[in-house]
């Protein structure tokens, strides 16, 4: 079956690493997604892409990088990490279409201290 | 852009109450709406969608939303609570240019009581 999957599921770091979390999609689906979910803000989106080597920022972009080299994989780089980057990061993925629908990975638990 | 208000950051009902989640969104223009369900420790699962059919959408487990222009609302229920249904809910709207990009409301977790 097709699926999303998230590693590490959860990652401790300390202030000023850089640090790099996976998401890699089997649908092969053309956008895939990078949210983070923190309490009383729901999901904001921090980058997307639409294909290979198309990257766009989302509302909570600075301090995030992605590249897209291939269709499966979309790594989400925290630069220079920082305590506010402590959250539950999701990655998601959608097809060009109808029905827009997002399918969602299991989430990755980063903690900065 | 969009925005996405979920009224009640906690709701609680007894198992076999109706279930009442609501959602408001700013457009003039009607997007494709969405709820999602997240139970703990996991990522999010689609419950149902709009997409500009008709506008009393039926989801999963039981779950159904109405679509009202008017006002503007895209209200999740569920006639009769379980157990099972606890968990934390979020509405989602498209962009009104981009499809392919949600804004989603700051979630409702629901607790049911037996």
């Known amino acids: 079956d097709a699926e999303i999957t998230q590693s590490p599921r959860h990652k401790i770091t300390e202030t000023g690493r850089q640090v790099t979390l996976a998401c890699h999609q089997t649908?092969?689906?053309?956008?895939m997604f990078w949210y983070r979910q923190d309490l009383g803000h729901g999901l904001r989106l921090i980058h997307y892409?639409?294909?290979?080597?198309?990257?766009n920022k989302g509302e909570v972009s600075d301090g995030y990088s992605v590249s897209r080299s291939n269709t499966e994989d979309l790594p989400l780089t925290l630069e220079s990490a920082a305590s506010s980057q402590t959250s539950v990061y999701f990655c998601?993925?959608?097809?060009?279409?109808?029905?827009?629908?997002?399918?969602f990975g299991p989430g990755t638990r980063l903690t900065v201290t | 852009a969009q925005s996405v208000t979920q009224l009640g950051s906690h709701v609680s009902v007894s198992e076999g109450a109706l279930v009442l989640l609501r959602c408001n969104y700013s457009?003039?223009?009607?997007?494709?709406l969405f709820w999602y369900v997240q139970y703990p420790n996991q990522g999010l699962q689609l419950l149902l969608k709009?997409?500009?059919?008709?506008?009393l959408v039926k989801g999963i487990n039981g779950f159904e939303a109405e679509f009202k222009k008017s006002e503007t609302s895209f209200h999740l229920t569920k006639p009769s609570a379980h157990m099972s249904d606890a968990a934390e809910y979020f509405c989602?709207?498209?962009?009104?240019?981009?499809?392919?990009?949600?804004?989603f409301g700051s979630g409702t977790k629901l607790n049911v009581k037996p």
């Open positions: 998601a993925s959608s097809d060009f279409g109808s029905s827009y629908e997002q399918y």
């Open positions: 649908w092969n689906h053309n956008n």
């Open positions: 892409s639409y294909g290979v080597q198309d990257t």
């Open positions: 457009s003039s223009v009607p997007p494709y």
């Open positions: 709009y997409t500009s059919a008709a506008t």
């Open positions: 989602a709207v498209s962009d009104r240019y981009n499809f392919n990009k949600f804004y």
